[in-house]
């Protein structure tokens, strides 16, 4: 690692019976220095392995200001045990500091760790073993992993700097009764603190502003102020004041009017967004989430962040970007003063990651370049002005279960329709239950049933409302609108056809039943008026068969009518 002031710095916390720093972040600012300051730090012996106060003193002490912290940069510790007590009080300290933005790796040595699950419960998502945890026999072989940590640390940190990014980003702010106007001077001053640790520029970062209450207003456009000018619009932003919250408005302003070229809106920077709401949505909140995975297939970035007591979180997470990670993608804060505060420097570290694919910035010796990142921790410029991409959709679909988009320098997985989210692996597409994650997803009395990528509300009538008013809203791409209705016009032409075949083969039945009774009464009318016509024609001399005449010839006073002669013949060729 690049030991210096403005690039890596490192502190160090001894742990056993208690926690001491033996330094911190801002001691040292060159290698050598440092690696002579580790090899000197003194074996505590402590009779105990109290990680929860190591954590604490790492959370309170080292990560300040005071002793180096700076804002906008990732912070990362690496945890290294052999086993540790009170596992509870441990997961409680690192849950707090994953909350304020500090990434653990813990490494766990010899069988004095009782279970994986200690390193894993303590460690930063995604929670994997050799990803951010990691086991070792003996402290002998803990030196072959030093690779692996220093690569996973880079992907971490990520060289999180806001001074040098460059994007176009957007604040979305909760401008309604609910936030109040003392919260919204919190609200003004949490967006120019992040401001202040931007650079502003044509060639740095952009920054627009949207305000929402019952509806949407763009008080700021991306290309509107420099920085000097950009504080102090925004502090003079007025409070709304109106008694709902309408978030599908707000996403709808951005991403149809603020990013776009007139706005101010540029092509080879990421579009990044903020939403800070005092409660969930109050109107069109159906049409909330539909809209945000609009914006998330236009390749915008969403962070949120809830600040109330009761945030509704599925919302919050799915207006959030993949992998919709709370303290990463999206926050909660239980009020405007301390709460919010609390999350800055991890909203900051999120949005100022550099992009791990092709990306232009202003440089102060080399003016506009651009830079290729070969991977985490090895970003070099190109000679010129573009990378040479590889289209990885091309072979096997990226991998990716349902849609692949290729994109410079990367790809990214994707899904066909609303009804469907990126599981956890980025690949694979899981169902969303809509009748469950969305408010208020069938109007009225209506009842909502979930399908597979899609849902429908069903009226008090038991007749289909299809689509729904939030699929069908215009809100939707033509590629969800139009599978969507070839669900709806499938199923409903199933079923159609299902009743007429039912209705067919009621018909064909009763029809055979008719068919059969009324031959059974004619064969019960023939036998008798065959019976009849023996006794008629045959009489006692019956049994004269010697007698030609008894069997050929008519007897006087016989029927000619046709059933007499039928019957006539039908006893010949009986008998015969």
């Not at 760790?113 to 072989?141: C, E, H, K, W």
């Not at 919010?340 to 990306?359: A, F, K, T, W």
């Not at 830079?371 to 590889?390: E, M, R, S």
């Not at 039945?509 to 068919?515: F, K, P, T």
Request: aromatic letters at 8%; one cysteine or more; hydrophobic letters at 40%.
């Amino acid at each position: 690692m690049n030991i210096a002031p403005d690039q890596t710095r490192v502190g160090v916390v001894v742990f056993g019976s208690n926690a001491n720093s033996i330094f911190y972040l801002s001691t040292y600012s060159s290698k050598d220095s440092l690696k002579q300051a580790i090899m000197a730090i003194p074996f505590a012996n402590g009779a105990a392995s109290d990680l929860a106060a190591g954590l604490r003193e790492m959370r309170i002490n080292q990560f300040t200001q005071q002793h180096g912290r700076r804002l906008g940069v990732e912070e990362v510790a690496i945890v290294v045990t052999d086993g540790f007590d009170n596992k509870q009080a441990a997961v409680a300290e690192a849950t707090l500091a994953a909350q304020v933005g500090i990434s653990i790796l813990s490494v766990g040595v010899t069988s004095g760790v009782v279970s994986s699950t200690d390193l894993r419960d303590i460690s930063a998502r995604p929670q994997q073993l050799n990803q951010s945890y990691f086991l070792t026999d003996d402290f002998q072989t803990l030196l072959s992993y030093d690779d692996l940590l220093v690569a996973r640390t880079c992907i971490a940190a990520a060289q999180s700097d806001c001074t040098v990014k460059a994007m176009d980003l957007v604040f979305l702010l909760d401008s309604s009764s609910f936030t109040g106007s003392g919260n919204w001077a919190a609200t003004l001053g949490f967006v120019n603190a992040i401001v202040n640790q931007l650079t502003i520029g044509d060639t740095a970062t952009r920054v627009g502003v949207v305000t929402f209450a019952d509806v949407a207003s763009n008080p700021i456009f991306l290309n509107q102020y420099n920085k000097t000018t950009l504080t102090s619009a925004i502090s003079g932003l007025p409070l709304i004041n109106k008694n709902d919250v309408n978030i599908y408005d707000a996403l709808h302003a951005m991403r149809t009017v603020q990013f776009t070229t007139g706005a101010g809106d540029r092509p080879d920077v990421p579009n990044v967004a903020i939403l800070i709401t005092s409660r969930g949505s109050t109107i069109n909140a159906g049409l909330a989430i539909n809209e945000a995975v609009l914006a998330h297939r236009a390749g915008v970035t969403i962070h949120a962040i809830g600040v109330t007591p009761s945030p509704n979180v599925n919302e919050l997470s799915m207006i959030s970007s993949h992998p919709h990670l709370q303290y990463h993608q999206w926050w909660t804060a239980a009020n405007y003063d301390t709460g919010l505060s609390g999350v800055m420097n991890s909203i900051s570290d999120e949005i100022c990651r550099p992009n791990l694919e092709l990306y232009c910035r202003h440089t102060e010796f080399g003016g506009y370049q651009c830079f290729c990142p070969l991977d985490a921790c090895d970003i070099l410029p190109v000679n010129g002005t573009q990378c040479v991409d590889l289209d990885e959709c091309a072979v096997n679909n990226g991998g990716c279960s349902q849609v692949c988009h290729n994109t410079d320098g990367s790809f990214r997985c994707d899904c066909r329709s609303t009804g469907f989210q990126l599981s956890a692996d980025g690949r694979t597409c899981d169902d969303v239950n809509e009748c469950v994650v969305v408010p208020q997803a069938c109007p009225g009395s209506s009842s909502c049933i979930n399908v597979y990528g899609s849902y429908y509300c069903i009226d008090s009538n038991g007749r289909v409302i299809q689509p729904s008013p939030q699929v069908a809203s215009d809100q939707l791409n033509s590629g969800a609108s139009s599978q969507q209705q070839s669900v709806s016009s499938w199923t409903i032409g199933l079923v159609v056809a299902m009743a007429v075949l039912v209705t067919a083969l009621i018909a064909i039945g009763v029809a055979l039943a008719v068919r059969y009774l009324r031959k059974r009464n004619q064969d019960r009318d023939f036998s008798q008026r065959a019976a009849q016509a023996t006794r008629s024609r045959f009489g006692p001399s019956f049994n004269n068969f010697g007698s030609v005449n008894s069997k050929f010839s008519q007897p006087s006073g016989a029927s000619t009518d046709d059933s007499s002669i039928y019957n006539t013949d039908d006893h010949i060729n009986t008998i015969s």
